[in-house]
């Protein structure tokens, strides 16, 4: 690899195991120089092909730009990683630095006349070729991608869409910043023993081992992490701390003050337009849309109204179930945001004859991974070894070889699963390396998937097993669908690798996995109590799977409610006050004053902290709309393991990639495509007529 000499080669030239990145050679002053010597590098073989005086052909032209820029993935991917799971002041101080820089980098690539004539001669003659589905499929998302980088429009024109990518990316990365910022700053510390008053053991264990790690040893921290917040907001009975503690998780980024990210929201919104417009669409949803399942922001708006009826109906129901329980308790309080996890915790107990606390020792850290792990065994053949000595980019990082049926090596799957304060909220996967086939410049041939999960539980004391809530369990068998996706990827190309597909598609294969955690046999297998090894008793078993649907029209207009600010953020046709605009979507659907909006806008990082969901957020329903329909396929068999769906689940959904259409796979695999009803059946709520006949 060309520049090693300028910056620390274990950046680009990994010799871990099985190729691992040797993390524990990386400090974070190496980033800087290899960022800039990777740029340089990238942007000569970019050269070099647009300059190519041969013909375009596919090989010279669309294979080379598959493989150009190796140097610059690695180092990103290692930047990324531990900017998001690990950061500090210098990492931070980079991010600022390098996310304009990396937007100006690709903006130039975007503008290239001469790359972009090579191309779109490609693609105008794409019938003469010969190409299979996979190369049409990349040629077409390079061709496309092109046009909407601006390579379309006038110099002019396009110096502008550069600036305003590159303001985007520093907005971008602004944000996310500021959100984190909010959550390290806030900690609610508490010493006396009412203070503590319904709080169960796992929940005070998590809270004294936050309060250790801010030097408080002997307290117990309410941090902003959802491991500990929502707990405590569901068993709390101090009603004036349930209070303080959910104002300041509903505030990030809504604090005034350098961290503050309402002016953020607004310059972001302006400049997505502007993009918008530039590129010949009416507004950013159009743009976004262009080339998704959904197509239309219409269709988005239909299907995310028509399930808000359903849900707001169902959340009144709720929200005077608990009204009563309050009123049976002789106090006289409204029903308020921070008053409903507590007391639908209490419903369900009363309603269903268990607790999350009686249910929580059932579920451990260690046997949930070890069902993630059997399931994707009883699917897709597959199985985890355990690396204990590879070195990690932290100390709680997990590292597991991923093997087929004859031992054959098809990834490397990290989990990273504990709370710290460098680490941003939620969970997510991400990959190091993308699975591919070709070869690379250095002789390589073909490249093995490195993925990794990150999840934010409450780390347990030390000796003690980490427990989750049934929420957690489900969140670790999200990430690790998507990280299947990745990991059983077998595609020829790395642009239409593993989750490489459009984005409301690509939450199929991670909220369909959710389904297996409550299929029975794995349930009594790997929900065992960690004191006594005992397996959940049948009868609580029964009631958790009874209570599936319990308080859905919370969680639903929770989310619905999200996406519709989402997408009426990114449909209008002139930038209004975004507090505003939330304020006035939320009025018009009727929002109740008990709930709130699942990611208010000043910490709404699905669609700020960068472009992966904006006017996107409701990909979520729209893979729910076919992850329920594809679990029904198996649910149909009589058999949740049945060998003949799962194969034709992992060649149609998990490992093509986006080198087919995703209608086209959905399809293959269950032959024809869903309507809403199965997801409202899971839902609890009842099916609607609209769309009982038409297609997600």
């Given at each position: ?8 080669p ?8 099985q190729g ?11 980033f800087?120089?290899?960022f800039?010597?990777a ?8 050269d070099?092909?647009?300059d190519?005086?041969?013909p ?14 190796d140097?610059l ?12 799971a690990?950061t500090n002041?210098?990492i931070q101080?980079?991010?600022r630095?390098?996310?304009p820089?990396?937007?100006r980098h ?7 006349a001469?790359?972009?004539?090579r191309i ?8 003469g070729f ?9 040629l077409e998302?390079?061709?496309k991608?092109?046009?909407k ?5 006038p110099?002019p ?5 550069a ?10 990365a ?7 910022a ?8 508490l010493t006396?023993?009412?203070?503590l008053?319904g709080l ?8 004294a081992?936050a309060?250790r ?5 002997g307290k117990?921290?309410v941090?902003?992490?959802?491991s500990?917040i ?7 009975e101090?009603?004036d701390?349930r209070?303080?503690a959910?104002?300041a998780w ?12 309402r002016?953020?929201?607004?310059q ?5 337009l502007?993009?918008a417009k ?7 949803a159009?743009l976004?849309l262009d080339?998704t399942m959904?197509k239309t ?5 239909n ?16 929200q005077?179930d608990?009204?009563?329980?309050i009123?049976?308790?002789g106090?006289?309080?409204e029903v308020m ?7 639908a ?8 004859d268990f607790?999350e606390a009686?249910?929580?020792?059932y579920?451990?850290l260690?046997k ?9 065994g009883r ?12 070195p ?5 990082v997990?590292?597991f070889?991923i093997?087929d049926?004859?031992n054959k090596?098809v990834?490397m799957?990290?989990?990273d ?5 460098s ?5 997510w ?16 041939v073909?490249e093995?998937p490195?993925?990794y999960n990150?999840c ?5 004391a ?15 068998f999200?990430?690790?669908?998507h990280a299947?996706?990745?990991?059983l990827?077998?595609v020829?190309?790395?642009?239409v ?8 598609f690509?939450?199929?294969p991670?909220?369909?996995y959710?389904?297996w955690?409550t299929?029975p046999a794995?349930l009594?297998?790997?929900a065992?109590?960690y004191?006594t090894?005992?397996p959940?008793p049948?009868?609580l078993?029964d009631?958790?799977?009874?209570a599936?649907?319990?308080?859905s029209g919370?969680?639903?207009?929770e ?10 953020f ?7 006050d975004?507090m505003?605009v ?5 009025a018009?659907?009727?929002m109740?004053k ?18 992966g969901?904006?006017?996107?957020y409701y990909?979520y329903?729209?893979?729910?709309v076919l992850?329920a329909d ?6 149909e ?7 003949e ?8 959904i998990y490992s093509v990639g986006?080198?087919v259409?995703?209608?086209d796979a959905?399809?293959a ?8 009803d199965a ?5 609890g709520?009842?099916t609607?007529e609209e ?5 997600a």
């Open positions: 690899m060309s520049g090693l000499s300028s910056f620390n274990a950046l680009v030239e990994w010799t871990g195991h691992l990145p040797r993390f524990d050679k990386v400090s974070d002053a190496d800087a120089p290899a800039e010597a740029l340089a590098s990238h942007e000569a073989e970019i070099t092909i647009a190519n005086p041969a375009p052909t596919f090989a010279n032209t669309i294979i080379a730009l598959e493989i150009a820029g140097e993935s690695r180092v990103s991917s290692l930047f990324w990683n531990r900017a998001g690990h002041d210098a101080a980079l991010e630095e390098i996310a820089k990396m937007s690709y903006s130039k690539i975007g503008m290239n001469a790359l972009f004539g779109d001669a490609l693609w105008q003659k794409r019938e010969g190409l299979t589905l996979e190369e049409t499929r990349v998302r390079h061709w991608g092109f046009v980088s601006g390579a379309k429009l110099k024109e396009q110096e502008r869409l600036k305003i990518n590159e303001n985007l990316a520093s907005l971008g602004r944000f996310g910043q500021n959100v984190l909010d959550e390290k700053s806030w900690a609610l510390l006396d023993s009412g203070d008053a169960p053991g796992f929940l005070r264990e998590a809270m081992a309060a790690e801010r030097g408080e040893d117990y921290a941090t902003l992490s959802r500990i929502e707990p405590f907001l569901t068993f709390s101090r009603r701390l209070e303080q959910f104002k509903v505030a990030r980024g809504e604090n005034g003050g350098e961290t503050d990210n002016e953020a929201i607004q972001t919104l302006a400049l997505r502007e993009k530039l590129l010949g669409y009416q507004n950013y159009e976004k080339n959904a922001p219409d269709a988005v708006n299907l995310l109204k028509t399930v808000w009826g359903k849900a707001v109906v169902r959340a009144g129901e709720e005077a608990i009204a009563e329980l009123a049976e308790e106090r006289n309080h945001p921070w008053d409903w996890r507590h007391y915790e209490k419903i369900r107990t009363r309603k269903f607790s009686e249910l929580k020792p579920l451990q260690e949930i991974i070890a069902a993630c792990f059997d399931v994707a699917l897709f053949g597959i199985h985890a070894v355990e690396i204990k000595d590879a990690a980019y932290h100390p709680d997990r590292s070889e093997r049926r004859s090596l990834a799957f990290l989990g699963y504990f709370a710290r304060s680490k941003r909220s939620g969970a996967m991400s990959s190091f390396q993308s699975q591919h086939k070709l070869t690379l410049k250095n002789g390589t073909g093995l490195i993925i990150v934010n539980f409450a780390k347990p030390q000796g003690k097993p980490a427990l989750l809530s049934l929420d957690d369990a489900r969140t670790l999200h990430e690790f669908g299947l996706h990745g990991m990827s077998n020829t190309y790395p642009s690798a593993g989750t490489g597909v459009s984005r409301d690509v939450e199929l991670s909220q369909l959710e389904h955690l299929v794995i009594k297998q790997y065992v109590h004191q090894g005992e959940m049948q009868a078993l009631k958790v799977l009874a599936r649907s319990f308080n919370f969680n639903t207009v989310f619905t409610s999200s996406a519709l600010v989402d997408m009426a990114h449909t209008r046709s002139a930038v209004e975004p505003a939330q304020a006035e979507v939320l018009e659907i009727g109740p008990a709930i709130v909006m699942r990611h208010a806008t000043p910490h709404f990082q699905h669609i700020f902290a960068g472009d969901y904006s006017a996107g990909s329903m729209w893979s729910e992850d594809a679990f029904a396929a198996f649910e068999t009589g058999d949740a393991f049945e060998p769906m799962a194969a034709k689940l992992k060649a149609n986006g080198s259409d995703p209608e959905y399809k695999f269950r032959g024809k495509l869903p309507s809403p997801m409202l059946r899971k839902k709520l009842s609607f769309l009982s006949g038409g297609d």
